[in-house]
Nanobody, 114 residues
């Protein structure tokens, strides 16, 4: 059973940056497309960014060029570099395969506020 552990969230002012990391417990990670998702209070979980096993990336429209997803298969880790953060980016950020099929981790809280 793969376990996912997200980290790197925190409180940041609008316009700030954060680097999120997600490490998978097993090395089958490299075979699959991986993604970052987010869930804000009272809202449904939404897809933020996807990276295929080959390294191709796609982003939700709301990202608007501010985020970059990347992966290091040797470390079983996927990253999300978030720049120019906005208050509406406040959410719990989670990673999973795409489509999601691993058990969800706890995520990492990102709060953007002045």
């Amino acid at each position: 059973q793969v376990r996912l552990l997200e980290s790197g969230g925190g409180l940041v002012q609008p316009g700030g940056s954060l680097l999120l990391s997600c490490i998978a417990s097993r090395n089958t990670f490299s075979r699959y497309a991986m993604a970052w998702y987010r869930q804000a209070p009272g809202k449904e979980r939404e897809l933020v960014a996807v990276i295929t096993d080959g390294g191709s990336t796609t982003y939700a429209d709301f990202v608007e060029g501010r985020f970059t997803i990347s992966r290091d298969n040797a470390k079983n880790t996927v990253y999300l570099q978030m720049n120019r953060l906005k208050p509406e980016d406040t959410a719990v950020y989670l990673c999973n395969a795409h489509p999601a099929y691993y058990p969800w981790g706890l995520g990492t809280q990102v709060t953007v506020s002045s």
